[in-house]
């Protein structure tokens, strides 16, 4: 029953973007994928460059041996949330320009929320 309830997880979670954004062409859901991806990935950043500079400030304001430690390790947290968020954004444009996607247009989504 736990496999039959991923399986359908799993395919609820590949066919609901196509039902809710009502995509005529696999094209066009990766279009808008990509343009939820890009309005996210600016805000993602931004936190990670907060939490490195929370690591920074906590660092600089304690003199605990232990307290720097972990702001260290905040500091090297941040650094690697920062890398990981753009390397993936960049490994995604160059899957999508690989598979022909043009990455260079603007993909602003537009359109409404849906009505109950």
Known sequence: M??????????????LPVVTFA?????DLIVKIKGW???LVPILTGVAVLYFIYGVITFIGVSDAEKK???RTTMIQGIIG???ILGLYGISNL???TAGVD????????????SF
């Open 2 to 15: 736990k496999k039959f309830l991923t399986f359908m997880g799993v395919v609820s979670a590949a066919v």
């Open 23 to 27: 995509v005529d062409k696999v094209g």
């Open 37 to 39: 991806v890009g309005a």
């Open 69 to 71: 430690s972990e702001a």
């Open 82 to 84: 920062i890398v990981c």
């Open 95 to 97: 899957l999508l320009s």
């Open 103 to 114: 990455t260079s247009q603007s993909t602003t989504v537009t359109g409404t929320l849906p």
